[in-house]
């Protein structure tokens, strides 16, 4: 931590603050050396543990590795995570981590600390030594709600193009049909645009793109003329439909509240 910039940064191993190893006036660290992967709930427990400092940034150190609900809700409450090696080699498993590792040299205070890095380079000749390296540009990250914006668009286009087609006989009228099926697009938009998390979205988005060919089969009069044999794949169709995105749904809804609260 020392290197990264944090000069004062003390270790206090073993305290009763339920989770800070090292202390520095702008950040807390945790260090922990486990057979098993982190889990969500020591990422808790460090949260909790900054109090109301949360000015300061939070680095979680491991020697194993971090469980996929630990490496969520780091993301969702930017807290930089570590993996480190008993030869001194340190591994940035996220962005706020790849942020504080890539820092420019001259944000930082140079100590005899061996250098943490996740790839070891040779020692630098003394031409070398007298400039300092150009720091990797750290990975640019998509915004949260970009995916379903995106969706969002794609049946913007197809509730604007499917209602004046040929094969399509809009029922009651085609600017009703067009209303109708902009409804869900024009939900994705509006939940891209205000989105701030990264949790799992594809279940939700995938059923809400099931559901929109239904409304689709239901407001087109043309596949419902005829006998009861012409409208059972129809039919078929939109049971299926319905029901696949319903269980997707909720499936997606359930396991994000089970990972919700508190497990400390």
């Not at 191993?13 to 969500?40: C, E, F, H, M, W």
């Not at 460090?46 to 400092?53: I, K, M, S, V």
């Not at 809700?73 to 981590?97: C, H, K, Q, R």
Request: aromatic share 8%.
């Amino acid at each position: 931590m020392r290197h990264w910039g944090y000069e004062d940064a003390r270790a206090h191993p073993g305290g009763t603050d339920g989770g800070i190893d090292v202390r520095s006036a702008r950040a807390l660290g945790q260090v922990k050396y486990q057979g098993s992967a982190v889990g969500r709930p020591e990422l808790q427990r460090l949260f909790g543990a900054r109090g109301r400092a949360m000015d300061k940034q939070l680095l979680f150190f491991t020697g194993s590795s971090y469980a996929a609900t630990a490496i969520e809700y780091a993301a969702e409450n930017g807290i930089a995570l570590f993996v480190y090696g008993l030869d001194g080699s340190m591994t940035a498993v996220n962005a706020p981590a790849r942020r504080i590792s890539t820092a420019p040299p001259s944000a930082r205070t140079p100590t005899s600390v061996r250098t943490p890095t996740s790839v070891r380079t040779p020692m630098p000749g003394p031409a070398a030594a007298s400039r300092p390296a150009a720091p990797p540009a750290p990975p640019k990250e998509s915004r949260p709600g970009i995916g379903r914006f995106v969706l969002g668009l794609v049946l913007v286009a197809v509730a604007l193009v499917i209602p004046g087609s040929d094969s399509f006989d809009p029922r009651p009228n085609r600017t009703l049909v067009t209303i109708l099926l902009l409804v869900i697009p024009c939900i994705l938009i509006l939940w891209g645009i205000t989105e701030k998390s990264r949790r799992r979205f594809w279940p939700t988005g995938l059923g809400l793109f099931l559901l929109d060919p239904p409304l689709a089969w239901l407001s087109n009069a043309r596949l419902w003329r005829g006998d009861t044999s012409e409208a059972l794949l129809p039919t078929t169709m939109t049971v299926l439909f319905v029901t696949v995105s319903v269980l997707l749904i909720r499936w997606n809804a359930r396991t994000g509240r089970a990972a919700a609260p508190d497990e400390s």
